[in-house]
């Protein structure tokens, strides 16, 4: 009878935490909006908006492309490689915002992180049909100067040219949270902190 009455408090318990919980989420999320689509968007907005810093690097026909060159638009300064798996997973969905928010004065700026030859780059480029610049970093030293540590890392750059935010690994840009930022960054010309 004993060991009746202990899993009955179980069950109860069980029951308990899961109704609290129904109760949490639908308060945190509003009717019609799923869990995911109602979690914030990871991303880091800097305490004080500094200049990003300047670059030059080849793109993946030879020619020099700088960040100075995309000055007055909203970047998103994207840095990746053909041997990171996640990264692999997230070209589609940049490849999408592009689509969607190029004309409206988005710049995605790939930086391909592989080192050597430009080639396999190029080459993942056109097989996944990436159309937006991709320029390759190949000694690092624009990672180093935007202190990458993980990959994907993305930074966005306002029209001013001042850092807006960053995030470190895969994000769903096209979603809810990453479209706010995004279309928050192209009518006022810089994210703001919530």
């Not at 030059?56 to 994207?78: E, P």
């Not at 053909?82 to 490849?95: A, H, K, Q, R």
């Not at 080459?123 to 049909?129: D, I, L, P, Q, S």
Request: charged fraction near 20%; glycine fraction near 12%.
């Amino acid at each position: 009878m004993k060991a009746d009455s202990s899993q009955g408090g179980i069950q109860e318990w069980l029951v308990t935490g899961l109704l609290v919980l129904v109760s949490v989420l639908s308060v945190a999320a509003p009717a019609g909006v799923t869990a995911e689509e109602a979690a914030p968007f990871d991303f880091t907005y800097p305490k004080q908006r500094l200049e990003a810093p300047a670059f030059q690097l080849q793109d993946l026909n030879g020619n020099d492309v700088s960040l100075d060159a995309y000055r007055g638009k909203v970047i998103l300064v994207h840095f990746w490689a053909t041997f990171c798996i996640p990264c692999l997973g997230e070209m589609p969905v940049l490849e999408s915002l592009w689509q969607q928010y190029g004309g409206e004065g988005l710049v995605i700026l790939g930086i391909a992180g592989d080192r050597g030859n430009t080639e396999i780059v190029r080459e993942f480029a056109e097989k996944t049909g990436v159309s937006f610049p991709v320029v390759h970093d190949s000694d690092g030293r624009v990672r180093n100067q935007y202190e990458v540590a993980a990959l994907p890392t993305s930074y966005l750059v306002g029209r001013d040219g001042k850092m807006s935010g960053r995030a470190i690994g895969t994000r769903s840009w096209d979603e809810p949270g990453g479209r706010e930022i995004i279309e928050t960054l192209l009518a006022t010309g810089a994210a703001q902190s919530p």
